[in-house]
């Protein structure tokens, strides 16, 4: 029922497009929503994170939407916590991001099939820090 209610209330904030709403727990139980538009906008107040296509065989584009400036560190690990890619892209404007992941290791070898975790920090000069992560499968 939340959700209903939430989704209802979003849609009135933009006119145009379809808006999408996550709804997640923090650490601290209370819940947090993120939504976005279909691209016709970005998030108003918190980044967004999407990776497609998932699950791929040999690219993924990870897609980041950031409300504001802002820091961003990026991790690819594996299931046992291995990181597997990593990139620090500082002082990145507002809006939408792309980073291409070819499926490859930080020596460039090939990873094989299985389920890859996407983590994303962001520290915007104005706000708090968040993370957001993403699961990322490869079929081969």
């Not at 145009?16 to 906008?41: C, E, K, Q, R």
Request: aromatic share 10%; glycine share 8%.
């Amino acid at each position: 029922m939340f959700a209903r209610y939430a989704t209802q209330s979003l849609v009135s904030l933009f006119t145009l497009g379809v808006v999408f709403l996550s709804l997640s727990l923090t650490p601290g139980g209370a819940m947090a929503a993120t939504y976005v538009t279909d691209g016709i906008g970005i998030p108003p107040y918190a980044m967004h994170l999407e990776a497609f296509p998932n699950p791929f065989n040999s690219t993924t584009t990870i897609r980041i939407a950031l409300p504001w400036a802002g820091d961003i560190s990026l991790r690819l690990v594996d299931a046992q916590g291995r990181q597997m890619a990593a990139a620090h892209l500082p002082s990145r404007q507002a809006g939408m991001l792309s980073w291409v992941w070819s499926g490859r290791n930080q020596k460039g070898e090939i990873m094989p099939s299985g389920v890859y975790l996407c983590q994303v920090h962001y520290l915007p000069e104005t706000g708090s820090p968040s993370t957001e992560q993403q699961e990322l499968v490869i079929i081969r």
